[in-house]
């Protein structure tokens, strides 16, 4: 799981990137709903803003050509 954050005029926001290679988890702690749970509860207790949530399921995290996680880089790249 890899989190961004991204600081723009000084609000504190954040993109969230999620990931996961099993796409039948059976005890649900590794699924990307588990990950949006745990990552925006984290960002409440924070005072972060979640501007966007970016996931690729069935992506090996040893593969970097993964569609959300480009997208998300490309988006980031433009503004920082």
Same mark, same amino acid.
């Given at each position: ?5 991204? $600081? /723009?005029?000084?609000? !504190?926001?954040? =993109? ?5 290679? %099993?796409?039948? #988890? %059976?005890? *649900?702690? !590794? $699924?990307?709903? =588990?990950?949006?749970?745990? @990552?925006?509860?984290?960002?409440? @207790? /924070? *005072?972060? #803003? ?9 992506? $090996? *995290? #040893?593969?970097?050509?993964?569609? =959300?996680? /480009?997208?998300?880089? $490309?988006?980031?790249? /433009?503004?920082?």
């Amino acid at each position: 799981m890899l989190e961004l954050y991204l $600081s /723009k005029n000084r609000n !504190n926001k954040c =993109a969230l990137y999620l990931r996961t290679v %099993i796409t039948d #988890d %059976i005890d *649900g702690c !590794n $699924s990307l709903y =588990a990950q949006l749970l745990g @990552l925006t509860r984290y960002c409440c @207790l /924070k *005072g972060w #803003d979640c501007f966007e949530v970016y996931k690729d399921e069935g992506f $090996s *995290g #040893d593969d970097l050509n993964r569609p =959300a996680l /480009k997208h998300m880089l $490309s988006l980031l790249s /433009k503004i920082t």
